[in-house]
């Protein structure tokens, strides 16, 4: 039972579908306007249902001017991690600084593999995960001396030229639930980004995977705030009286005003491909939920 | 030698990361502004340089009809390579080219690997999951997404890999204007060895320069310019001239000056007409069928599809039906639809279908392996007076398009179900709508067509013009020409209800006897369609009706739904206050991938009676139909005499349609409805046995029907669909 004390934030979820190709995009504007902090795309390149990822981010990125962009989570297997590094530096020097980049170890080993991907155990994957995390924070590290070099079993750098830096402290989101991955985004993320719907018991199961990150915090010698909690979320809005997300916006904030004092969760990302949905969660979802925090942190 | 490829025109960006964002979108929006054909987004990898598909996807959301070439450095997945660059080209609706720079210690494999699978997972023409193995990348079981247009692949490369350009690369692109003569000879030699034309490939050369002094080559004036670039198009078969600078000056000066200057200079030296052929890849051209004239295809079409071209995949099939076409000719006026009729008329013997756009249940709209000629891009819909009401609408259009721009005015033409079906196949044969029982069929708004008959000639027919051809177009147009545009007098539409609801049916019998009372006791501003899902073990059964009632007033709309939802008890209903449009609003807009046959079978019946509904429910347990559903038509149906249009069964207060999927079982169970039945509608018919056409029409509607056939199409140009022509027997026995 921790709160970390984060500044709350709040962003949406849409579906990166192919076909109409603009739909997603006017998602994300309407996230924008919504007020909310960020928009997120899934990543399933195996998919032929849905647009390539980071086409779409950048595309959307041209498009909007405020809200911070994701990918949620992108799947490392099919992503060279220094073509990523540059891309998300590229990207939020176009940007100013707003993107922030998830990334996970890679699930649905088939579709990977029948891209023309490499097929990695849990272990293996997580190892490169680790790897990946060190090229892609290498490359952008342009003050460090030297070229970059590592010499990883998954993915090797030797003396690439580092750059472009970024325009900001990218963070970096792991998408985990499993003890290693768990582990590993204590020791080298800036984020934690689990999926609501993922976790076996619902927010009960936080508690338990939270200490699991503040210990391989700490034993990195980290302060476990370093790791911020953000959470996928779905649910439908209803005249009231249903379980979780299952109400009305008020329900809602206080629902979720309980996941950030109970857990410490900070960043709120719904699932919706509904602008009506989308509005309701940024313009009164989040705002009071903020005020319930606000006043709990400061009683 | 020139490969007699039509000049484009680029700038190189420069993305090195001291540039701000700023100074990109400006340099694409210049380049756009002077109307240069390209931008080329370079494949930096030194560590400033930005990474070239973000780069392209920023630019693309900043510009409107830019081109962006996309380059891109060896890649470890060129899965995911050719999925951002179709990704690209969707989002801008065609706007993407891709380079590939070719690695020097890259003897060919690793780049002929890439192009491969990016062109394995783009080829959509042939269906199935993308394999490909190759020595470095390889795909195996990939699900294939398509560019939204057919993405040139060039390649970058000096010397070692220009065979590799030659077999397999659409652009030889190279910097160095020395080596385009051996370049060349390379390149020719080697695509003549894959079986290609070398004019499959273009050439382009990349180029800095200056303003001012001759000083070298590209340094002087425009002139200066203009007689160094000369040579390279005449000579070397230059296509693409792309400048590098970091000067907006410079920049300018080519787009504004150098580039008409070189164009008017090539026209000059070059015979009329030099770039007009489009050469398709080998590959395309393996993929086309016996029998076609492909290098007399009429000039001027608006588009020729073949089947080795991308857009085939989306214009291949129907809704319902697989098609295989030899070509697809789209036409944008009735002077292109002429031209096309006659090269389909030089091709005796091969199939010719006909297509308006949109969704139809028979499918005549495509063939295997013959011509069809596409009218879907002649969609323009018109008022041409608010007095009357009279609006002009081509045949392309789809009913959804026409509700929407009718809505405005307070108008709508009862169309069908379905806002994705086309007008011209609906608007020759019927039309039952959500408004049938009030406004009637669609072919009663008509006033006027014009049309091209089987001889080529363009006619008018109404009242007063051509009135028996104009009377036949009503009901049994598809025998007597193509529609090129329609005239209609729209009705005025105010809001309406529309109620769907989901009733028990267990008692299916009961539900049909009742529903059909229902229907035929109600005023003529309800019309009610049904469809009864075939019954499945376990699940309970249910009608699903669809109901529309013009009128927005609460107290109306639920004294009509009363008797309906009185029938049985209810498990799900959405009753909303709408309009027409918003009903309509009800369609994808996807291209259709159907393959295989509909098997889809029509009657007209006067009641809904208890041997009817007895039949009705044996067919829907026997398991051998899939669809099953009822229109309600009578009301101003009935209005209008049999005699006046060649859909003459306007006693039928129903329409029924049923689909299966195999035709033997179909009529199986057709033969059980039939006692019941009084005539058929041809949209929803995909039977083409010659008695048919005697259910079809009335024996006075037939008889004068094949007069008429055999005086406006007398060789039976126009019988792919219920054929009249009068060489056929006679079922009806009544000719004459």
Not at chain 1, 211 to 225: L, N, T
Not at chain 2, 366 to 374: A, K, P, W
């Amino acid at each position: 039972m921790t709160d970390y004390g984060h500044d709350l934030w709040f962003g949406s979820f849409v579906t990166p579908a192919a076909r109409p190709p603009q739909a997603p995009v006017e998602l994300a504007l309407a996230s924008e306007r919504a007020g909310l902090d960020l928009v997120s795309f899934q990543d399933h390149p195996y998919q032929s249902a849905f647009q390539d990822t980071w086409t779409l981010m950048s595309y959307v990125a041209a498009r909007t001017e405020r809200i911070r962009i994701s990918g949620n989570v992108l799947s490392l297997p099919l992503r060279s991690p220094a073509v990523l590094a540059r891309a998300a530096a590229s990207l939020d020097r176009l940007t100013g600084g707003r993107v922030d980049l998830g990334i996970g170890a890679g699930a649905f080993w088939d579709g990977i593999a029948a891209m023309g991907g490499r097929r990695l155990t849990p272990g293996q994957a997580v190892q490169a995960l680790e790897e990946a995390v060190q090229v892609i924070r290498g490359l952008w590290a342009t003050d460090e001396p030297g070229p970059l070099k590592v010499d990883g079993e998954y993915y090797s750098v030797t003396g690439a030229k580092r750059g472009p830096a970024p325009a900001h402290r990218i963070p970096i989101h792991i998408g985990a639930y499993k003890p290693r991955m768990l582990r590993l985004t204590g020791r080298i993320a800036d984020g934690w980004l689990p999926s609501l719907g993922y976790l076996p018991d619902g927010p009960a199961s936080l508690d338990a995977m939270n200490e699991q990150i503040d210990e391989a915090a700490s034993a990195a010698g980290r302060e476990p705030a370093a790791v911020s909690r953000l959470l996928n979320l779905s649910g439908r809005f209803t005249t009231g009286g249903g379980g979780l997300l299952q109400g009305t916006p008020g329900d809602w904030a206080e629902q979720l005003a309980d996941l950030a004092l109970q857990y410490g969760v900070s960043g709120f990302i719904l699932a919706s491909d509904e602008p009506a949905e989308l509005d309701l969660f940024g313009h009164e979802v989040a705002p009071r939920t903020r005020e319930l925090v606000q006043s709990e942190r400061t009683a | 030698m020139n490969y007699g490829h039509r000049l484009r025109f680029g700038l190189r960006l420069s993305t090195d990361a001291d540039h701000e964002p700023d100074h990109l979108i400006k340099s694409a929006a210049l380049a756009e502004r002077w109307g240069l054909d390209l931008l080329v987004v370079p494949a930096g990898t030194a560590g400033a340089d930005l990474e070239p598909g973000t780069v392209s996807s920023w630019i693309a959301a900043a510009t409107g009809s830019l081109g962006l070439v996309v380059e891109s450095p060896p890649t470890p997945h060129p899965a995911m390579l050719a999925r951002a660059v179709a990704s690209l080209d969707q989002l801008t609706a065609g706007r993407v080219e891709l380079a590939l720079h070719a690695e020097a210690a890259d003897s060919g494999e690793a780049l002929g690997d890439t192009i491969a699978v990016v062109r394995e997972l783009w080829n959509v023409l042939d269906r199935g999951l993308g394999r490909y193995t190759g020595r470095l990348h390889r795909l195996s079981g990939a699900q294939k997404a398509a560019p939204a247009h057919d993405v040139p692949i060039a390649v970058h490369a000096d010397s070692h890999v220009l065979r590799l350009v030659g077999r397999q690369a659409d652009e030889w692109s190279t910097g160095d204007v020395t080596a385009l003569a051996e370049g060349n000879r390379v390149v020719d030699e080697a695509a003549r060895a894959a079986g290609r034309d070398p004019r499959e490939i273009r050439r382009r050369i990349t180029i800095r320069g200056d303003v001012g002094e001759r000083a070298g080559t590209f340094t002087g004036t425009t002139e200066d310019w203009v007689s160094d670039l000369l040579p390279l198009v005449l000579d070397h078969g230059v296509g693409t001239v792309v400048l590098d600078t970091d000067s907006e000056d410079l920049a300018a000066r080519f787009a504004n000056d150098v580039a008409p200057a070189l164009r008017a200079a090539v026209d000059a030296a070059l015979p009329h007409g030099w770039s007009s052929t489009r050469v398709r890849r080998a590959a395309a051209l393996a993929r086309r069928r016996p029998g076609i004239d492909y290098e007399g295809t009429p000039e001027g079409m608006a588009e020729v599809v073949e089947p080795g071209d991308l857009a085939y995949a989306r214009l291949r099939s129907g809704y319902l039906r697989g098609g295989a076409p030899g070509i697809v000719l789209r036409a944008t006026t009735a002077e292109q639809v002429a031209q096309a009729l006659a090269y389909a008329r030089r091709h005796p013997g091969v199939p010719l279908s006909r297509r308006s756009a949109g969704h139809g249940v028979s499918g005549r709209s495509t063939n295997d392996g013959g011509i069809v000629i596409d009218v879907s891009l002649m969609n323009t819909i018109e008022v041409l007076d608010e007095k009357t009401r009279r609006v002009r609408i081509g045949p392309g259009a789809r009913w959804a398009e026409v509700a929407a721009a009718l809505e405005p005015y307070g108008w709508a033409l009862s169309s069908g179900d379905y806002g994705g079906v086309g007008v011209g196949g609906l608007a020759t044969a019927g039309g039952i709508g959500y408004l049938s029982r009030e406004h009637g069929l669609t072919i009663d708004h008509l006033r006027a067509v014009e049309m091209v008959l089987a001889d080529g000639s363009i006619v008018r027919a109404s009242d007063v013009e051509n009135a028996d051809l104009f009377w036949a177009v009503r009901g049994a147009g598809a025998n007597f020409g193509i529609v090129t545009a329609f005239e209609f007098e729209a009705d005025e539409v105010g809001p309406v209800a529309f109620a769907q609801l989901t009733q028990d049916a267990s008692d299916v019998e009961r539900y049909l006897v009742e529903w059909g009372r229902v229907v035929e006791q109600s005023p003529r501003d309800l019309t009610s369609f049904v469809i009864l899902p075939p019954s499945r073990a376990g699940r309970p059964a249910v009608a699903l009706s669809h109901t529309m009632v013009h009128a927005a007033d609460r107290e109306t709309v639920l004294a009509r739904l009363e008797p309906l939802a009185a029938i049985s008890p209810m498990y799900a209903q959405d009753v909303a206050i709408s309009s027409y449009a918003a009903v309509m609003n009800n369609a994808s807009d996807d291209a259709p991938v159907s393959r295989g046959e509909p098997v889809s079978r029509s009657g007209l019946l006067r009641h809904v009676t208890p041997e009817f509904a007895a039949a009705s429910a044996r067919v829907l347990r026997s398991g051998a139909i899939g669809w099953f559903q009822l229109r309600a038509v009578g009301g101003a149906v009935a209005d209008v005499p049999a005699d006046a249009t060649a859909y003459a069964h306007r006693d039928a207060n129903f329409s029924l349609v049923v689909m299966g999927g195999d035709d033997e079982v179909v009529d199986a169970a057709w033969e059980l409805l039939r006692p019941f039945l009084d005539g058929l509608y041809l949209s929803f018919e995909s039977s083409l046995r010659p008695e048919r056409l005697a259910e079809a029409f009335p024996p006075a509607t037939l008889s004068r029907l094949r007069r008429l056939k055999s005086t406006y199409d007398p060789e039976g140009v126009f019988d792919d669909n219920f054929a009249l022509t009068p060489a056929t027997n006679d079922p009806g026995g009544s000719d004459q």
